[in-house]
């Protein structure tokens, strides 16, 4: 090894990246887009759900049923049709998401004791809508039906469940806590393996691979002077969003700088590997993207990045295992927002160092396999 | 004019001879759309279940162990381990092992026998924010279930009537999608971002490509006229996609079970319009980018995260801020997401999608208009 | 950068010694295939030291591969290379600092400069600071790139690359230079004038391995082989080559002929 073939590659590497300015813009910008679009975006809360209200009963009781669906904050009575059949073509041209229907007769069959049926309608063809209203309509039904029995003046005094139901980390639920500490993760993987997989496959296609295997530069000083600039680039672009992440969007940090640092720095082999042996095995520059972007997709998807973990089928969760970016992101979110421990986290940190040693050690046997066969 | 079709057709073989002479890259489009889909559509839910969740019981009395079964026997929790303490649900939140905790204090039972109100804790990990609403949503539902049932088993004790009071009793009813599967309203959407994949990427490469190879000096002296040549380049692709396109509504319809309610013509003239915004996308992408590199990454940011994100697709845009919204009507993936769904789901037809055919007419006019010119001004 | 007299490592490592130890290039048996294909089916060759050597055959017959075996980027299947008396499957890094290689892209780095260029090479041979002022001047006048040092090389015409290729390739002063197809896809008089730069690295003692399949280069070569079909069909000087093949034969004819004749005859 010697250290100035090292720094002449790594020169030489940077001095290419300078003249492609178009490129390192681009690869500023990426993080700044992404942190806009998956902040505002991923992280939305499903909140007033255009709502219409077809109230048939008009009493006292319709008129604080429709009170507690405005004041919830989650609906957003848009129209008051007069029937039930006006209610169709409302939903049919998406002009609301949810109906409530409270019939004739409702607050009647209240006062006579019977039960009451309040008819919810939702669009079921945007599911993440239509499990998020049903689940805030029956809540306030519910409520409602606690409540009325206060107001009409009767004892409530008797047993039941005081249930204090606390969220003890990222206790406002704010999806952005959980979103930022992931893109730090998934950023490392979406650029990196992006243009690593460019790096060997375009010097091979210009010829300059065989003449560097003419000098004395050996395999492993190839790799280092060929890896450092893009990890680089990639710790830039990960700190913007870390600053960005905690200056503007306010996410706080509550864990341990180091285990954060191992634990991306255990990912970023993962994807430097990742990038290089498919830059080893794609024959042409175009191949090797195509080939990225064919394993960057489920990558994201199955790492509970965008989608819990917790929401996939049974079958299909033993299959997030095999995703390192899961690991990452269980190590930034638990370190980000639980103040998560190296003891705490040593499964992942194991299982993402042997994804390092498993990936990153290939790469750098078949870059030299690639260049002696 | 026959002239012209000749020389288009040798175009359209000469891209036709690009593709197969690379079996991977062949094999890559055309499986491509077949692999995601079956991931997304298997992996993508919002049906949470099975929440990690440990148990805290300090009471040790029948009424505790009844009340905590009700965790046990629910789908929607799955108890991974028991503890003495509050600090040991922490823990295991910290170390990723659970994310709910239930905790029975001492003199639960009591409480409850003496006619009083029985505490309890539910703990929520919310570094998952998704799942930790769904379970702040059941457990509360599950605690005022619970507390009704005591209260009733308590007044049938007393020999007193509770139900006089009568309820409110909310009926569900779930349109279009009504055993609300996310599969369902998830396909149609999914096509519309996996044909501006592979479309526009391939396009914004291909004609780096011939740039770096030197050929596009070679046909930009050629008589080809430079309308012919984009039509040339166009077509194959278009073929491809269509190819995609039928691919994913067989799988759809067959495998998924989506119903198709709509008019499959008025469907395939949305995905022949889209398809021509995203080749002219990529074709504009393509003859700016002065490197594959860039091309790349510029196809990543352009094409892959507005469709991912700002579509409609999974995320509702409704529920964005109105800056982005704005944003995402620039970009033709919406359009076609609304197409797509409102054909499959709804079985809607032109009266109801005609301005989004227009937005998508005028987006793909446009487009291709722009790489026309680019493309003459940079072959120069 | 000590040069190592063959001498000195002989015996040490080598697990067989070079049968010729004071020859710029000697191969015994060597074969290489992929899988069923047979690129290079047992050569014997031997260059002297000094000695401009042209390496002749049709496209596909197996010069790259064997000046890949030479250079220690691909290993043998089967036999032995000897380069300046070391083993190179052995030792190819020590054979590496003392051979100069350049192929038939001119791999030079597109966006980086020329001066950028001779830089890079300088550093990785480890030279140092005077002996690359000096090594930089002398191919900057070689070349005739005096003055356009801060110019891609992107944006060079076809003669000039192949020039800047030529110096980037003996920057750190090699004993034996092996050129393959240097001048592929250049104008006559560009070749004519690469090859009096040849010319004058034979002349400071440089051993040229150069590969062709312009006749009228092979006539500048002191001795030639040719290769067909991964065998070795004839070996001499140019004159030698001639006078075998009848009265008043050229090159153009002997390449030819020999050619058809080992396809009636494999």
Not at chain 1, 22 to 39: C, K, T
Not at chain 1, 111 to 137: K, M, P, T
Not at chain 1, 312 to 338: E, G, H, N
Not at chain 3, 219 to 237: D, M, P, Q
Request: glycine share 8%; hydrophobic share 50%.
């Amino acid at each position: 090894m010697s250290g100035r073939r090292i720094r002449t590659l790594i020169w030489k590497e940077f001095t290419q990246l300078r003249r492609d300015p178009l490129l390192l813009r681009l690869l500023m910008i990426m993080p700044i887009v992404q942190l806009i679009l998956f902040g505002y975006v991923v992280a939305a809360d499903v909140r007033n759900l255009a709502t219409a209200v077809v109230d048939l009963d008009r009493t006292a009781t319709s008129r604080e049923l429709v009170d507690a669906f405005r004041g919830s904050g989650y609906f957003t009575i848009v129209e008051n049709p007069t029937s039930e059949t006006a209610l169709q073509p409302l939903l049919d041209t998406g002009v609301v998401k949810v109906g409530v229907v409270i019939p004739e007769g409702t607050q009647d069959r209240l006062l006579s004791g019977q039960v009451a049926d309040i008819g919810i309608v939702v669009d079921g063809s945007d599911s993440q809508v239509s499990s998020v209203a049903s689940g805030y309509a029956t809540q306030i039904v519910a409520r409602e039906n606690l409540d009325r029995p206060a107001r009409l003046g009767v004892s409530t005094v008797g047993p039941g469940i005081d249930a204090r139901v606390r969220v003890v980390f990222n206790p406002t639920l704010d999806p952005i806590n959980s979103m930022i500490p992931g893109l730090i993760a998934a950023i490392l993987l979406i650029s990196l393996s992006a243009i690593m997989s460019q790096a060997v496959v375009k010097e091979r296609e210009s010829g300059t691979l065989e003449q560097l295997f003419v000098t004395p530069i050996r395999p492993p000083e190839y790799i280092i002077g060929k890896v450092t600039p893009y990890a680089v680039l990639a710790i830039a672009q990960m700190t913007i969003i870390a600053a960005v992440g905690m200056l503007w969007f306010r996410v706080p940090f509550y864990g341990d700088v180091w285990v954060v640092g191992l634990g991306l720095g255990l990912f970023l082999l993962v994807c430097i590997g990742q990038g290089l042996l498919v830059s080893l095995m794609a024959r042409t520059r175009a191949q090797a993207i195509q080939t990225t972007l064919f394993l960057m997709l489920p990558m994201i998807v199955l790492s509970g990045f965008i989608f819990p973990i917790a929401s996939m089928p049974a079958v299909i969760q033993p299959l997030t295992y095999l995703i390192p970016l899961r690991y990452a992101l269980d190590v930034l979110r638990a370190s980000f927002i639980k103040g998560s421990g190296l003891a705490d986290l040593a499964l992942p940190l194991l299982a993402l160092a042997g994804f390092a040693v498993v990936i990153f050690g290939s790469a750098v046997l078949a870059t030299r396999r690639r260049i002696t066969e | 004019m026959s002239g012209s079709l000749d020389r288009i057709g040798a175009v359209v073989v000469k891209e036709f001879r690009h593709l197969f002479r690379d079996p991977r890259a062949i094999g890559i489009v055309l499986l491509m759309p077949v692999f995601q889909l079956l991931v997304f559509a298997y992996a993508i839910s919002f049906d949470v279940t099975h929440l990690p969740t440990i148990l805290v019981d300090n009471d040790h009395t029948p009424a505790s162990r009844e009340y905590l079964r009700q965790y046990s026997g629910s789908t929607l929790f799955e108890v991974v381990g028991y503890s003495d303490t509050q600090a040991g649900v922490i823990d295991a939140f910290q170390a990723n092992r659970a994310q709910v905790g239930v905790i029975v204090p001492a003199g639960f039972g009591r409480q409850l026998a003496s006619g009083a109100e029985g505490e309890v804790a539910v703990l929520i990990d919310g570094s998952e924010p998704t799942s930790a609403k769904v379970a702040q949503a059941y457990t509360t539902g599950l605690n005022l279930a619970a507390g009704q049932e005591v209260a009733l088993a308590w007044a049938d004790r007393q020999g007193a009537s509770v139900s006089g009071l009568g309820g409110l009793e909310p009926r569900l009813r779930t349109w279009y999608n009504p055993e609300r599967r996310s599969a369902i309203f998830l396909i149609p959407g999914l096509m519309v971002v996996i044909i501006a994949i592979v479309t526009v990427q391939q396009t914004a490469v291909s004609l780096v490509r011939e740039r770096d190879l030197g050929t596009a000096e070679q046909l930009a002296v050629s008589p080809l006229r430079r309308i012919e040549l984009m039509l040339g380049k166009l077509l194959p692709w278009t073929g491809l996609a269509f190819v995609d396109v039928a691919a994913i509504v067989v799988l759809a319809v067959w495998l998924f079970g989506v119903p198709l309610r709509g008019d499959l013509a008025v469907l395939g003239a949305g995905a022949a319009l889209f398809v021509f915004c995203c080749l002219g996308m990529g074709l504009v992408i393509s003859a700016v980018a002065p490197s594959m590199e860039v091309a790349n990454i510029a196809s990543l940011l352009l094409a892959f995260l507005p469709t991912f994100l700002l579509s409609g697709f999974v995320f509702p845009l409704d529920q964005i801020p109105a800056v982005l919204q704005w944003i995402s009507a620039l970009f033709p993936a919406r359009y076609m997401v609304a197409i797509s769904r409102g054909v499959f789901l709804k079985g809607s037809g032109w009266d109801e999608l005609w301005p989004q055919f227009a937005a998508l007419a005028a987006y793909a006019a446009l487009a291709l208009a722009a790489a026309s010119v680019l493309y003459s001004r940079r072959s120069r | 950068m000590a040069r190592r007299h063959p001498a000195e490592s002989r015996g040490r490592h080598g697990r067989a010694e070079s049968p010729v130890p004071d020859a710029a290039v000697c191969v015994r048996g060597l074969v290489k295939t992929f899988g069923d294909f047979t690129a290079v089916g047992g050569i014997d060759v031997d260059v002297p030291r000094g000695q401009v050597f042209g390496f002749l055959g049709p496209n596909g017959s197996g010069k790259t591969t064997t000046i890949r075996m030479l250079t220690g980027s691909v290993a043998p299947t089967a036999g032995h290379a000897w380069v300046l008396g070391e083993e190179v499957t052995a030792h190819p890094e020590r054979v590496r600092s003392r051979i100069g290689y350049m192929s038939q892209k001119f791999s030079l780095f597109e966006d980086l400069t020329v001066a950028e260029n001779l830089r890079f090479y300088a550093s990785i041979h480890g030279l140092e600071r005077e002996v690359f002022e000096q090594r930089r001047a002398w191919i900057l006048r070689m070349a005739g790139l005096e003055g356009r040092e801060d110019e891609l090389t992107r944006n060079l015409s076809v003669g000039w690359r192949q020039r800047l290729a030529l110096g980037t390739a003996t920057i750190h002063s090699p004993e034996l230079l092996f050129l393959d197809e240097p001048t592929s896809g250049v104008d006559p008089v560009a070749r004519r004038r690469f090859w009096d730069l040849l010319y004058e690295l034979a002349e400071q003692g440089i051993t040229l391995f150069v590969t062709t399949h312009y006749m009228d280069e092979a006539t500048h070569c002191n001795r030639l082989a040719f290769i067909n079909a991964g065998t070795l069909i004839a070996l001499g000087t140019p004159t030698e080559l001639r006078d075998s093949f009848g009265p008043g034969a050229t090159l153009e004819d002997v390449f030819v002929g020999l050619e058809e004749q080992s396809r009636r005859e494999p």
